[in-house]
């Protein structure tokens, strides 16, 4: 199949094109004007721009599917005067241009990486894609947007369109959380245990990229939504847990009062990722698609250490 790649310079993407090609698929990256592609190797790669549309069309000539990768993600130091606004341009309006530009092109598939936190970022239930949308943050709200921009452009079209939500993804090469997570166990720091027994999905990045292959192989007709999660959902100190001891530390626990954890919630979103709790379900795939990660959560991590501890990241 004959597949482009948005945002394939990425996270997620340096690991789903290789991935493409060692299934069989022939691959093309798109690439954001002025991003250098010398991580793509031998993939071919054209460079468009999202927000205006400038150079989809052409660049996406001879497209069976397209995996739509690019977007404004969480910004830790927001220098935007309208955060909202930077985000519809990129993750609505761009996801539309793309989703548009597949359509015209004649592609018969778009798959659309979205996130669960369209959905929230804390609940005490197990949510599913039938539960409610309530997005707490701007870039929730917007990636919210940006999947009814996919399924209106496929609905027109009559292409299909499968949106996939992601919790936190996780791997080598990532950036956030889980590295300064490995970088504080390898000293042997005491974490600081804000609620014991917190309970967050993620998801490993291969796992990602595999639900992606089996959307690939077998997509369901019309516009579909799934989630995507590792089989088993982990507590911050049985992350940490396993992480000490991929370093071969003793992992050591530092409790804070409550008091302390409602404050850094009410200031942080990061705070709140490793403190909260948020679940989601990933039945659905399973039963349709039959998809079941091939990897576990301890080996996801394990994987991701050793990663750290080779790259001196």
């Given at each position: ?201 993620m998801i490993y990045v291969e796992n990602a990229v595999a639900g992606i292959l089996a959307v690939l ?20 100190k049985t992350i940490y847990s396993i992480i000490s001891k991929e370093l071969g530390k003793r992992p ?55 990663w750290h501890l080779h790259s001196g990241c």
């Amino acid at each position: 199949m004959n597949v482009v790649v948005s945002g394939a310079t990425g996270f997620i993407g340096s690991h789903l094109l290789p991935a493409l090609l060692r299934g069989g698929h022939s691959a093309k990256a798109l690439i954001e004007p002025g991003v250098s592609d010398v991580l793509l190797n031998d993939v071919r790669s054209f460079a468009a721009d999202l927000v205006s549309g400038d150079g989809l069309s052409t660049g996406f000539s001879g497209a069976e599917a397209v995996v739509h990768l690019a977007a404004r993600n969480h910004v830790l130091k927001e220098t935007s005067q309208d955060p909202l606004a930077a985000y519809r341009r990129v993750n609505v309006e761009g996801t539309r241009n793309v989703a548009q530009a597949a359509s015209h092109a004649g592609a018969r598939l778009f798959v659309h990486l979205s996130s669960v936190k369209a959905m929230g970022e804390e609940s005490d239930r197990l949510l599913d894609e039938e539960s409610p949308c309530v997005p707490k943050t701007q870039y929730g709200i917007s990636k919210l947007e940006s999947e009814d921009a996919v399924r209106v452009a496929a609905e027109k079209s009559g292409m299909s369109a499968v949106i996939l939500r992601l919790p936190m993804v996780y791997g080598p090469g990532n950036k956030g959380n889980l590295p300064r997570m490995i970088r504080w166990a390898s000293r042997g720091y005491p974490f600081p245990l804000f609620q014991p027994d917190n309970v967050r999905s993620m998801i490993y990045v291969e796992n990602a990229v595999a639900g992606i292959l089996a959307v690939l192989k077998s997509a369901p007709a019309g516009a579909a939504t799934y989630i995507l999660k590792d089989n088993e959902d982990c507590s911050t100190k049985t992350i940490y847990s396993i992480i000490s001891k991929e370093l071969g530390k003793r992992p050591r626990f530092l409790p804070v009062p409550a008091p302390a954890v409602w404050f850094g919630g009410a200031l942080s979103e990061d705070f709140r990722k490793i403190t909260g709790s948020f679940r989601v379900s990933s039945a659905k795939v399973e039963r349709e698609l039959g998809f079941v990660p091939p990897f576990s959560v301890q080996e996801g991590l394990a994987r991701t250490v050793r990663w750290h501890l080779h790259s001196g990241c």
